[in-house]
Nanobody
Framework: QVQLVESGGGLVHSGGSLRLSCIAS????????MGWYRQAQGKQRELVAS???????NYADSVKGRFTISRDKTKTTIYLQMNSLKPDDTAVYYC????????????????WGKGTQVTVSS
């Protein structure tokens, strides 16, 4: 099992910044990909940004140029630097990890954190 714990959410005014953190722990050999998703009230969960084991990144069009995903040397902690925040960014942000099986690298499992609330006021 892998546990993901997010932190860094909060209330910020439009135009402000926040940095989210996610720490992965548990039975981990390696991590193929980690990322951030968000879900606003009444909407489906959507990908915000991801980073894979070779450091390739992917961003939703709505956050390109404003958000930056990064990770530490251990590759078990990721961050999401959010700048120029807008009210439309208000959502619960979830950390996600794709982890290969210890016994078979061709089999992967997905894990989710409990989420952290980001609220951007106008």
């Amino acid at each position: 099992q892998v546990q993901l714990v997010e932190s860094g959410g909060g209330l910020v005014h439009s135009g402000g910044s926040l940095r989210l953190s996610c720490i992965a722990s548990g039975s981990i050999v390696s991590i193929e990909r980690m990322g951030w998703y968000r879900q606003a009230q009444g909407k489906q969960r959507e990908l915000v940004a991801s980073i894979n084991s070779s450091s390739a990144t992917n961003y939703a069009d709505s956050v390109k140029g404003r958000f930056t995903i990064s990770r530490d040397k251990t590759k078990t902690t990721i961050y999401l630097q959010m700048n120029s925040l807008k009210p439309d960014d208000t959502a619960v942000y979830y950390c996600n990890a794709v982890v290969p099986s210890k016994w078979d690298v061709h089999i992967t499992s997905e894990y989710w954190g409990k989420g952290t609330q980001v609220t951007v006021s106008s």
